[in-house]
């Protein structure tokens, strides 16, 4: 099938580089943002959101930071450790970018659903916090907890699938916890997809899981 995408002219205006991929069908309005994962771009994760929703619009922003050459959402100490000014500073900067798409590309902000994966994993649930308005519902692959938040959003009406793996070297179960129960507390409707003998990596199995709920999701 022919895509129509769009990538290159606006890129510079909307302050990231990006690809935005039109809906193959006119009423579905789900559009998907993809956020990648540490060293990816925004091509990566293209696949994975084609396999979850096969007709919903993509824009997929390639992350501002770089860490040794490698794309990023925000900038990070350490392994784990966040520059959390910055994390707040770019999640801002992240939301703002999706608000310009969706007028430049005419998508509704109603129907954006984040797919993040690890270090976009954790830029997504940042901002169901800072500017929650932005999404309507995510999958979080590998999410650790992104920061306390002082004042929890509320989150009712958010549908939030955490995808985690019970032998991540990078996301310790009682993050994954947390972050469970701070969306929770918030009101989310939160899938919790624990991944046996899983690490840090993707499989099959949760990337089906993930599909089988975003077809759950109720419909416009
Ligand atoms: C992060 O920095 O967001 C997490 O450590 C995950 C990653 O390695 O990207």
Redesign the pocket.
Same mark, same amino acid.
């Given at each position: 099938m022919a895509e129509n995408t769009s990538k290159g002219p606006l890129s510079g205006d909307l302050g990231f580089i990006h690809q935005f991929i039109r809906a193959s069908t006119r009423p579905d309005q789900v559009t998907l943002l993809l956020l990648h994962?540490?060293g990816g771009n925004e091509q990566d994760l293209i696949p994975l959101g084609r396999e979850l929703y096969p007709r919903a619009a993509i824009i997929s922003p390639r992350g501002k930071v770089l860490e040794s050459g490698m794309p @990023? %959402? %925000?900038r @990070?100490l350490a392994?784990?450790v %966040?520059d959390i000014e910055d994390l707040k500073f770019r999640t801002h900067e992240l939301a703002d970018f999706v608000e310009k798409a969706s007028k430049v590309y005419s998508f509704s902000l109603r129907y954006v659903i984040s797919i993040g994966y690890?270090?976009g994993a954790? +830029?997504a649930s940042s901002m169901l916090f800072l500017r929650p308005e932005v999404t309507f519902s995510a999958v979080l692959f @590998?999410a650790?907890v992104p920061f306390i938040p002082e004042k929890v959003p509320s989150l009712t009406g958010k549908n939030i699938f955490i995808g985690a793996g019970e032998y991540d070297p +990078?996301?310790p179960p009682e993050q994954t916890k947390t972050l469970f129960r701070l969306f929770k507390d918030a009101g989310a409707n939160v899938t919790l997809n624990w991944q046996k003998n899983s690490g840090?990596e993707l499989g099959y199995n949760e990337i089906s899981a993930a599909k089988d709920w975003l077809s759950d999701l109720p419909k416009k």
């Open positions: 994962g540490t @990023r %959402f %925000f @990070r392994e784990g %966040f690890s270090n954790n +830029i @590998r650790m +990078i996301v840090h």
